[in-house]
């Protein structure tokens, strides 16, 4: 029993680590635009199936990784060009109308491209597994938890110690002031959303790496978790998403293995409701800062 | 404004024609027998739908190129209810109000034809099907429903009989989709087994095309240490399942339901799959005097494909209609009565009805995963269907 909960704790923070660096994505893109960027689940899908296709035509696994990173920042850097930038200066529920509009376009020509049906994802990473006090450990546990970790510690080095992190953090506390000041505003947002598409790109790998498939729905998976995760730690903040990831992750673990996967998504909405009821900032959130 | 004013007028002339198109295809001459086909065309099903429709338009252009149905050439139109009960029912009143269509050769998953069928009844539109399989379509009372595939009932209790006697198993796991499919088989396993005296030491459920992660049902059902597991559910889960087996759940046999019986499992799965026993209704190689002529003309329009379980079911389903209406003096009114009272050998063998529209007579198959491909166990087929 002691192990079982083990195991479970051990498969949720695995799946919890791969929301965190989706949620990353929503919650860079928030911290700068109070924007919810509900196509980047769908971004991370077209990238991960680009992954796919390239290694299916023979090319090497980091080679077509890294051409799904570059599909994935292109496309990322395309919906806010296209559909978010025009409207930077309108009432919010507009950009989230194109969002929703973007992620029909994505979802349509994805199912055309690679078909509904889920693919399998096959790759070189060793498959193994160690037995540590009756839980079973495996290579890709292993590769998940260790890919977070420095993609973790390099997004904080790059926002907290780089010009171009300083330039963010102006951004975030005060765009127009920020915009007198000189930085260029259009091209630190384009490459926020280019940045948080390629961490979503890797998650999206590491996700069809860990589950062994790839499908459309995996947009929309990827956006309610990633969201609740985001919603969790505290939307806006990074650190909190991988707080809120981890949390849900082990959550819907414990749930569908003490309960019933049945109520996986359940929960996953109850918990949402909760947060946004008692405690929208999340955990670690940051005061709101009103531009009115 | 001249913009407008032209935007309104080939907005009127598109309506029209329309209208006028409508008229001449609801209208429908004389010559011609209308049937709706309902089924997932699109969505993560879609492979379902698509052998469903293959198997249906074969039948039906050698009926055309035979005569037809009564002298009439036969018409088909698709309908997508992406295996959504929803969907299915917004679909069945698209059917219903059309008034041109004959009868419906629908829907494939239970669940859609559980909320499509009150629809047709109401409507007086008879309903067949090649593979819902759940026992709860044919208990709703109605009258208008018939299908041509065995019951959840059968495959549930075969499961555990096959791995009790044949694999002389006792601590059977089970794991199963949360939906009418799944439930059905689980629940006639559970009465079976404990008619056979074996113990289900665990029995897990998961979401149909949503669950991905089945890490902590595979952790639970490891736990209750088994000698056996029971897959409930469909290929697309069951490939991504078995893909997530690790430790001594590995080396545990696996038996799985007609659902999963598919290219694709295989696919998904890849060695994980391997040597997973596969319970079903049909197969190819299946020695049925109709089924070598089938499965030649078959490979032959669909570029050399095996037509598996669901295309040789539903490939059956227009030549009983056209029996019923022919043998049986089957109108659109009495179309269900008069399938019920027809007999018909086909590719899977002799196809009889009950009263309530269920098949009666069908013997299963057993099926092996063996280097990658699903291969008929002619000795266990035999042992097992006797």
Redesign the interface.
Same mark, same amino acid.
């Given at each position: 029993m002691g192990s079982e909960l083990m195991q479970q704790i051990v498969n949720g923070l695995a799946a919890g680590a791969i929301y965190a660096l989706i949620a990353v994505g929503y919650n860079l893109v928030f911290g700068l635009l109070e924007l919810i960027n509900f196509s980047h689940g769908h971004v991370y899908m077209v990238g991960t199936f680009v992954v796919l296709s390239l290694m299916d035509t023979g090319i090497p696994f980091p080679v077509a990784i890294l051409g799904g990173l570059v599909i994935g920042a292109g496309l990322g850097m395309a919906v806010e060009r296209f559909a978010y930038r025009p409207l930077r200066g309108a009432n919010r529920i507009i950009p989230t109308v194109s969002a929703v509009a973007a992620t029909l376009v994505l979802e349509n020509a994805a199912n055309i491209i690679w078909g509904p049906a889920a693919r399998r994802f096959d790759t070189p990473l060793p498959k193994g597994s160690i037995e540590v006090l009756g839980v079973t450990l495996t290579t890709m546990h292993g590769i998940v938890f260790g890919t977070a970790a420095v993609l973790a510690f390099g997004l904080w080095l790059l926002v907290e110690k780089t010009p171009w992190g300083r330039s963010v953090r102006a951004i975030r506390d005060d765009l127009p002031t920020a915009q007198l000041m000189g930085i260029a505003v259009n091209r630190i947002v384009s490459s926020v959303y280019a940045l948080g598409s390629i961490l979503g790109v890797l998650a999206g790998v590491l996700f069809a790496a860990y589950y062994s498939t790839v499908y459309v729905g995996m947009g929309f998976t990827g956006t309610l978790n990633a969201f609740t995760a985001a919603v969790i730690g505290g939307i806006g903040s990074i650190k909190g998403s991988f707080i809120g990831g981890l949390t849900l992750g082990v959550v819907q673990a414990l749930a569908a293995g003490f309960l019933s996967s049945g109520y996986m998504n359940a929960i996953t909405f109850v918990i949402l409701i909760l947060f946004l009821i008692a405690r929208p900032r999340g955990v670690v959130g940051r005061a709101e800062v009103s531009r009115a | 404004m001249s913009f407008t004013r032209t935007a309104a007028t080939v907005g009127l002339v598109a309506a029209a024609s329309l209208v006028l198109a409508g008229c001449s295809a609801g209208g429908g001459g004389s010559d011609t027998i209308k049937f709706a086909v309902a089924g997932p065309m +699109? !969505?993560?099903n879609?492979?379902y739908g698509e052998t469903q429709v293959n198997g249906i338009q074969l039948a039906v252009d050698e009926i055309n190129a035979d005569g037809g149905i009564d002298g009439k050439q036969v018409e088909l139109e698709m309908f997508d209810d992406e295996c959504d009960p929803t969907t299915a029912a917004n679909v069945a009143s698209r059917i219903v109000s059309d008034g041109g269509f004959e009868a419906v050769l629908g829907h494939v998953c239970s669940s859609a034809t559980l909320a499509a069928d009150p629809v047709y009844e109401r409507a007086g539109l008879s309903l067949i099907s090649g593979s819902s399989t759940s026992p709860a379509v044919s208990q709703q009372g109605f009258t208008n429903f018939s299908r041509t595939i065995p019951t959840d009932d059968i495959q549930g209790a075969q499961m555990i009989d096959f791995a009790a006697e044949e694999l002389g198993k006792s601590k059977i796991a089970i794991v199963y989709a949360?939906d009418d499919y799944g439930q059905g088989l689980y629940e006639a396993a559970v009465d079976q087994a404990e008619e056979a005296g074996v113990d289900i030491v665990s029995a897990?459920?998961?979401?149909p095309?949503?669950? @991905?992660?089945?890490?902590?049902?595979l =952790? @639970?059902t490891s736990?209750s240490d088994p000698d056996v597991l029971l897959l409930f559910g469909y290929y697309?889960d069951m !490939? =991504?399942l078995v =893909?997530?087996i +690790? %430790?001594s759940l590995a080396s545990v046999d696996k038996v799985a339901s007609a659902g999963t019986a598919q290219p694709?499992y295989v +696919?998904? %799965? %890849?060695a994980a799959a391997e040597g997973t026993y596969l319970l079903a209704f049909y197969d190819p190689s299946s020695p049925f005097p109709a089924n070598e002529k089938y499965v030649a003309a078959y490979e032959k329009a669909y570029g050399g494909e095996e037509p598996n379980e669901q295309a040789a079911y539903w490939y059956e389903v227009p030549y009983i209609v056209k029996s019923a209406i022919e043998d049986h003096g089957g109108t659109k009114e009495t179309l269900t009565e008069a399938i019920h009272a027809t007999t018909y050998e086909g590719p899977t063998g002799k196809t009889a009805f009950e009263d309530d529209g269920d098949v009666t007579g069908k013997t299963g198959v057993v099926a092996r995963v063996t280097d990658g491909v699903i291969t008929l166990d002619p000795e266990l087929t035999t042992k097992f269907a006797q």
């Open positions: - | +699109s !969505g993560e879609a492979v949360s897990e459920t998961f979401v095309n949503e669950t @991905k992660d089945f890490s902590s049902i =952790t @639970k736990a697309n !490939g =991504t =893909t997530q +690790s %430790g694709d +696919s998904l %799965g %890849g």
